[in-house]
T-cell receptor, first 114, second 115 residues
């Protein structure tokens, strides 16, 4: 069983559309994250949630809205998609947010905005 | 402001030899350092970590060294195997507050191990 799973893996959509990426973890972790890997390959945190509560919002445009219905799920909804949103989005989880806890990543969702 | 830097975009080594991947950081608040390995079309997978109170951590073929005064860490892979070919990311975290759970990544080094 995949520990952190996210869908879809590949998504091609037009500018202006709204799309969602779903994420689920079966590790029993309290903390979940969204990371973005841009065209320059930098991996940067977007959000972190602990037990359904937002902890970190790393100056992400409010077109991006994470939703955590329970601590095993953290979905990412993106409104009014722009060309610059094309990137790989990684969901991740850890036992909690303390430094030293291993963060486990999903396989990534490749978003292409045309 | 890039707080974690991997200045070598790529490294090529012969199978059986040592691979040394380097990482520098600027934020003295970082107290935990991790290496992740990433294959194409997959997510990063955890490899090895080190706390700032240590200067070395070893796990099988992988050893991470930390030099706090130089704000430098390195990952040694001995012996290197073709299956080690991947992108290696250095990452750092700080305890508490607004850093809760946040990893700051370097830009990655592509390691190629030739048979």
């Amino acid at each position: 069983d995949t520990a952190v799973s996210q869908t879809p893996k590949y998504l091609v959509t037009q500018m202006g559309n709204d799309k969602s990426i779903k994420c689920e973890q079966n590790l029993g972790h309290d903390t979940m994250y969204w990371y973005k890997q841009d065209s320059k390959k930098f991996l940067k945190i977007m959000f972190s949630y602990n037990n359904k509560e937002l902890i970190i919002n790393e100056t992400v445009p409010n077109r991006f809205s994470p939703k955590s219905p329970d601590k095993a799920h953290l979905n990412l909804h993106i409104n009014s998609l722009e060309l610059g949103d094309s990137a790989v989005y990684f969901c991740a989880s850890s036992q909690d947010g303390r430094a030293g806890n291993t963060i486990y990543f999903g396989e990534g969702s490749w978003l292409t905005v045309v | 402001d890039q707080q974690v830097k991997q200045n070598s975009p790529s490294l090529s080594v012969q199978e059986g030899r040592i691979s040394i991947l380097n990482c520098d950081y600027t934020n003295s608040m970082f107290d935990y350092f991790l290496w992740y390995k990433k294959y194409p079309a997959e997510g990063p997978t955890f490899l090895i970590s080190i706390s700032s109170i240590k200067d070395k951590n070893e796990d099988g073929r992988f050893t991470v060294f930390l030099n706090k005064s130089a704000k430098h860490l390195s990952l040694h892979i001995v012996p290197s195997q073709p299956g080690d070919s991947a992108v290696y990311f250095c990452a750092a975290s700080a305890e508490g507050g607004t850093s809760y759970g946040k990893l700051t990544f370097g830009q990655g080094t592509i390691l190629t191990v030739h048979p």
